[in-house]
């Protein structure tokens, strides 16, 4: 039988998909034990839940813009385009700000001759799991005095100086979504030690509706759909599913805000036991990888920030040229095994988006990344063997 990998992976039991049904019907407050766990975990003095990592970065900026007169939010130039949708939605001024390609971070000296006195906030993104310089981002927001909004979408369990990625911004948001650290089919998680912050959120996300019983039924059919399907032994259908959208780069600023219902709050607290256990596996992958790939002067492998422990949601690799990248996917992609050219575009070329930018011109760091960019998967279902497969493709493409 063939095995296809998805790209990324965060395995949900059926069981716990089961408990997520009972839980709606009973209505017995699960979504408060998963706050209570998350608390624990990331010692954070707050911590609400909402229906997604868009929904959390919308309302965290939110937060912040009613506590100032400021208007300008910077970016990284190359990130998802869900950052892009919920900043856009905002109605705030929007900076982009070109990355490194050697960290997949901020370009720090480019950030720190854009920041002025009308930035609100700077949202620094710990793409793929690899954790941002924060002591340097922190220290360039305070020169000026602004907010530190800090992405952590993709690193949930990450470490910086031994403080929680997620933790150390003013504001910090996570995603659980499909194949994230934490998943709960769909979801988002805003942390923060501020209590003016705090307060605010807490009335704003009152205003929202719940999500209706239909949608936890699409849920638990595509749940379903996911847990019987994303084994490599069976993934082959669900990647061929539409309704999934599995991979998909959406902009979309006009997205729908729902609190977080029972039904996704009891798959969270089962899922959440085995975040740290996924995270090592996912960091024991990237070490393989980094192993084999690491000596091939022809690749470039971004480095994780000293005295960080990223947890690489995905392995990223950049190629020479945009054309290896592409024989290199297209090698992967025939033998099935995940990889991915991740996001298609820097921010700055997305249809629709520029009206919300006040900086034009070229990000060649968020272009260079854009071309050449692989990501490989990391996740439980990853065996030595496929590693053993991927690197002899990529070595192949490049010798």
């Not at 991740?342 to 070229?362: A, E, H, M, R, W």
Request: glycine share 6%; charged share 20%.
């Amino acid at each position: 039988m063939y095995r296809t990998l998805p790209p990324t992976a965060a395995p949900i039991l059926f069981r716990d998909l089961l408990y997520g049904v009972f839980s709606a019907l009973s209505n017995n407050g699960a979504e408060n034990k998963f706050k209570d766990q998350i608390q624990e975990y990331f010692k954070a003095k707050h911590v609400f839940l909402v229906s997604s990592g868009k929904a959390a970065l919308y309302l965290a900026l939110n937060a912040m813009e009613q506590s100032s007169h400021r208007n300008e939010v910077i970016i990284p130039a190359y990130s998802s385009f869900c950052l892009a949708s919920a900043v856009a939605r905002t109605g705030l001024s929007i900076k982009l700000c070109d990355i490194d390609p050697e960290t997949l971070d901020f370009d720090l000296a480019k950030l720190k001759s854009i920041i002025t006195e009308k930035t609100l906030a700077i949202i620094p993104v710990h793409n793929y799991g690899l954790v941002c310089n924060m002591r340097e981002i922190q220290r360039l927001a305070l020169e000026k005095g602004a907010y530190v909004l800090e992405d952590s979408a993709q690193a949930a369990g990450a470490l910086f100086e031994n403080r929680k990625a997620g933790t150390i911004g003013d504001i910090g948001i996570l995603s659980l979504g499909r194949g994230k650290n934490i998943c709960t089919l769909g979801g988002g998680v805003i942390l923060s030690d501020k209590e003016p912050f705090a307060r605010w959120i807490a009335e704003a996300i009152k205003n929202y509706p719940k999500e209706s019983a239909a949608s936890d039924m699409v849920s638990f059919v595509s749940g379903v759909a996911l847990s019987l399907l994303l084994n490599p032994e069976r993934y082959t259908m669900p990647s061929k599913l539409p309704f999934l959208n599995l991979g998909a780069n959406i902009f979309d600023p006009n997205f729908k805000i729902f609190r977080f219902p029972s039904f996704k709050g009891e798959i969270g607290h089962k899922t959440f036991l085995y975040l740290d256990k996924y995270n090592e596996i996912r960091i024991q992958n990237a070490r393989l990888f980094n192993n084999h790939l690491g000596e091939n002067n022809l690749l470039r492998i971004p480095k994780p920030t000293p005295d960080s422990r990223s947890v690489y949601l995905r392995f990223p690799v950049l190629f020479r040229i945009k054309e290896e990248r592409e024989k290199a996917f297209q090698g992967l992609n025939q033998n099935r095994l995940g990889a991915s050219t991740s996001y298609p575009t820097p921010l700055n070329q997305i249809g629709g988006f520029t009206k919300y930018l006040t900086n034009d011109g070229n990000f060649p760091g968020a272009q260079f990344v854009s071309d050449r960019i692989l990501t490989l998967p990391t996740h439980p279902y990853v065996k030595e063997s496929d590693i053993e497969k991927i690197v002899s493709i990529v070595h192949s493409v490049t010798g």
